[in-house]
């Protein structure tokens, strides 16, 4: 992708001119003075040009400053909005709709002023409707103003820079490492956190400093991308009239900007159990420092035990026998008659493990087992989210058998969670013991606390934004490196390079999602403890939970089930749960050291 914007060069630098000019007409120009009007047909000339010009010229412009490019180019592609179908080859559409972002960007946002003309989108309209604007005929207020509900559909669907995000790999930036063995081996995104689970040293810290100096290199055109994007959430909530940018994604996930405050609070309130943890990495790993590089490393070694695909099965009904006869019946008749799961890894097939369907379907999973007590636990995870799917399809009509995402991992997690509880009771190893724990440990350290690290980044950076503060890739070092110390504390030494981490984060394109990690696991880590405490009376309502689909809002599905997002107290509960793994973790490492 970065070779297609490359040959584009020319195009940016010429959709850069616009968004600039554009800006200026509005703030300098006025919008209805003669100096204001010659300054948007300017803008409209150079539209036409920009539907007009040959590849040649375009070459010429690139050739006189080839450099310009990493400043401008990633923001031309990233703050474009699609009002059409857009085909990103055609020379006019990026032109079309970049000059469009810049309207609606450097416009004031206020409402029309009564008795001006109502105006629809579309290929037909559009060249009058900007003709009205330029000739004062229209104020740029009423053309922002007045569009349908349609239309600002339409423009929220727009491509953000998640596009050249997602074409930045292994292809692009190919650099190697030194492997256990002494064997140089590519590094890429997706087996860097293999290398930093290592147990070499030297392999981890080579891994990670090797990755954010490139990454580093791109610094900037990182910046330009997370700042196009940033700017067109604000904007876009801003034509929406929702407050901020946050608001706006919290109201489309049916919940409040309540709740996304309430986790950042109550995680900020549990740091110090997250950094008791880190004390006890440090000592379990022996390590004098303990360096970014070092937190993946697993406290214990692989378990010898193997379970086939059909032990596999049974424990994951073991565990759901908790949940009555129609769930254990339906999910034992999905595994084991009516081919719910494509199990083992095969040419060509995709890796790590889903499940996927529709209200006509079964509730399909994904696997790619390989014996190994975390693929049972996935196996658990995924049954989770199927027996979801199945009761929301079985309990409501086919526009209603969906959930939200908000919702979508606790049932999954609740069956994992479970698993590892009555593993945990029922096994008689310690090895066993310390190495479910030590799965439950990363599990809340990587779902509660990372996530919720990402979340509070993602707040400040659209806070600063919407402050009119340029988030440029010095700023987003800076704040995200002063985050990341806050959240691993004095007791880990917070490496320069993990300021660039930012830049490697795909769902920071993807609008405040990840929060809604951190969410789930809290719900489920609550619904878990009442199951456990209550038992079958609680039970009934954990059920019906999974039967609301979309028929209720995703709060009022978990208030169901007793869980109140609303109530910190919620997410207080799973830290508390991961405080007591680390109790016990520390206290059986102790006795088997002894």
């Not at 989108?121 to 349908?148: C, K, N, P, T």
């Not at 996304?260 to 995680?267: C, E, T």
């Not at 919720?452 to 890739?473: Q, R, S, V, Y």
């Not at 110390?485 to 394109?509: L, T």
Request: charged share 25%.
């Amino acid at each position: 992708l970065l070779g297609l914007i490359a040959g584009q060069f020319g195009l940016a630098i010429i959709v850069m001119l616009a968004q600039w000019l554009a800006g200026a007409m509005v703030f300098y120009g006025g919008r209805r003075t003669e100096e204001g009007k010659q300054e948007f047909a300017r803008i409209l000339g150079l539209r036409q040009f920009l539907k007009t010009v040959s590849k040649e010229e375009l070459r010429r412009i690139q050739a006189m400053d080839p450099e310009y490019f990493h400043v401008i180019a990633p923001y031309a592609f990233a703050g474009c909005i699609a009002l059409e179908n857009v085909d990103l080859s055609r020379i006019e559409t990026v032109g079309e709709y970049a000059f469009i972002e810049s309207a609606l960007t450097a416009a004031d946002l206020s409402a029309a002023p009564a008795g001006e003309p109502d105006y629809v989108f579309g290929e037909a309209a559009e060249g009058a409707v900007l003709a009205d604007v330029a000739e004062g005929r229209v104020s740029m207020e009423a053309f922002i103003a007045q569009m349908s509900v349609r239309e600002l559909a339409v423009l929220c669907n727009g491509y953000g820079p998640g596009l050249p995000f997602g074409g930045l790999g292994k292809k692009d930036i190919p650099v190697t490492i030194k492997d256990e063995n002494g064997n140089v081996v590519e590094l890429t995104d997706p087996n860097y956190v293999t290398y930093l689970m290592s147990s070499d040293r030297k392999v981890r810290k080579a891994a990670f400093t090797t990755l954010y100096k490139t990454y580093e290199q791109f610094g900037n055109t990182f910046g330009t991308m997370m700042n196009a994007m940033v700017k067109e959430n604000s904007t876009l909530a801003k034509v929406q009239n929702f407050s901020d940018a946050l608001t706006a994604s919290t109201f489309k996930d049916e919940v409040t900007p309540e709740i996304y405050n309430n986790l950042i609070n109550s995680v900020n309130g549990g740091l110090p159990v997250l950094y008791d943890y880190y004390k006890l990495k440090k000592q379990v790993l022996g390590l004098k420092e303990l360096h970014l590089y070092d937190i993946y490393v697993s406290l214990v070694g692989e378990l010898d035990r193997e379970y086939s695909y059909e032990e596999a099965v049974e424990e994951v009904l073991k565990t759901v026998e908790v949940f009555g006869k129609e769930y254990e019946s339906t999910l034992r008749a999905g595994l084991t008659e009516k081919g719910w799961v494509d199990v083992y890894p095969s040419r060509g097939k995709r890796g790590g493990a889903f499940s996927s369907g529709c209200p006509s379907t079964e509730p399909y999973i994904l696997m790619n087992y390989q014996g190994t007590l975390d693929n049972v636990s996935t196996l658990a995870h995924e049954a989770g989210h199927s027996m979801h799917s199945w009761f929301s399809s079985h309990y409501n009509k086919p526009h209603n058998a969906g959930y939200t995402i908000f919702v979508a991992e606790v049932a999954s997690t609740v069956n994992e969670l479970l698993m590892m509880h009555r593993k945990l009771k029922e096994c008689e190893s310690d090895d066993e013991k310390l190495y479910i724990l030590n799965q439950l440990m990363e599990t809340y350290k990587g779902t509660l606390y990372r996530q919720t690290m990402f979340a509070e980044f993602e707040k400040t950076i659209h806070a600063l934004c919407e402050k009119g503060e340029p988030l440029t890739a010095d700023l987003l070092n800076k704040e995200y490196y002063d985050l990341v110390c806050r959240y691993f504390g004095k007791g880990v030494v917070c490496d320069p390079q993990i300021a660039f981490e930012w830049m490697r984060i795909p769902h920071f394109y993807m609008n405040f999602y990840v929060y809604k990690y951190a969410t789930c696991i809290s719900a489920a880590s609550a619904i878990v403890k009442r199951i456990e405490t209550e038992g079958a009376s609680y039970v009934k309502k954990y059920i019906d939970f999974l039967k609301c689909g979309g028929s209720k809002s995703p709060l009022d599905s978990l208030l169901v089930a007793g869980i109140d997002m609303k109530d910190p107290a919620v997410v207080t509960s799973a830290i508390d749960d991961f405080s007591d793994a680390i109790k016990q973790f520390r206290e059986i490492y102790k006795n088997k050291k002894s």
